[in-house]
């Protein structure tokens, strides 16, 4: 049977739910994009204001109520808006999801700062050593905003990757995506032992 989503707002006002999937070997991955409603739209640009909406699903063949299946809490940061007219470009560069490997990082990020990277986000997926929060709390203290680190830990959720040696890679590549991508004109993310090279 088809299921069709639909975005449910605090209103009742409704939107349809749009999905884009992509394949790894035998794994799937789908993004959803829930279009605001006039309500939401309201709601989200009153300062500190939180937003609630529903996902739902809805059987095509016997069209079924709409019946929710979960909840989430959305709020807009206040980012930092690319000037159109801004003669510097924005690169931002996302790791893959790190196990203990952050023995690289330091030489990995100095590297791309000095081809032109401007924002690194550090996907962490465990860090026993502390070696990870040791680099982290440098760069905060000297380059303040430089680095954001996404805590990327599955095993509390029961859930193991198909392929365990990437842990969850092709999830945290949409995740980059749709957290910074509109934040940043060149987006891209990278294995430590992979570097961009300037020709």
């Not at 801004?86 to 081809?115: D, G, M």
């Not at 026993?128 to 509390?156: A, C, E, M, R």
Request: hydrophobic share 40%.
């Amino acid at each position: 049977h088809t299921q069709r989503l639909w975005c449910i707002f605090s209103d009742g006002s409704v939107t349809p739910v749009y999905t884009y999937d992509s394949k790894y070997g035998n794994e799937r991955v789908s993004l959803l994009d829930c279009p605001l409603s006039q309500f939401a739209i309201d709601q989200l640009w009153k300062l500190n204001q939180t937003l609630r909406v529903y996902l739902a699903s809805t059987n095509t063949t016997t069209k079924k109520r709409k019946i929710p299946i979960l909840k989430a809490f959305v709020s807009v940061p206040v980012v930092s808006v690319i000037s159109s007219n801004s003669s510097q470009e924005s690169f931002t560069l996302c790791t893959s999801p790190l196990q203990n490997s952050a023995k690289y990082l330091v030489q990995w990020i100095e590297f791309h700062r000095l081809v032109g990277f401007s924002k690194f986000v550090i996907y962490n997926t465990s860090d026993t050593n502390n070696h990870l929060s040791t680099i982290i709390n440098i760069y905060t203290q000297k380059y303040p905003g430089l680095v954001d680190v996404v805590q990327w830990n599955f095993h509390t959720l029961g859930l193991v990757d198909v392929f365990p040696e990437r842990y969850f890679q092709v999830e945290a590549l949409h995740d980059c995506l749709i957290r910074y991508g509109d934040q940043t004109e060149w987006l891209g993310m990278f294995d430590l032992d992979e570097y961009i090279v300037p020709l």
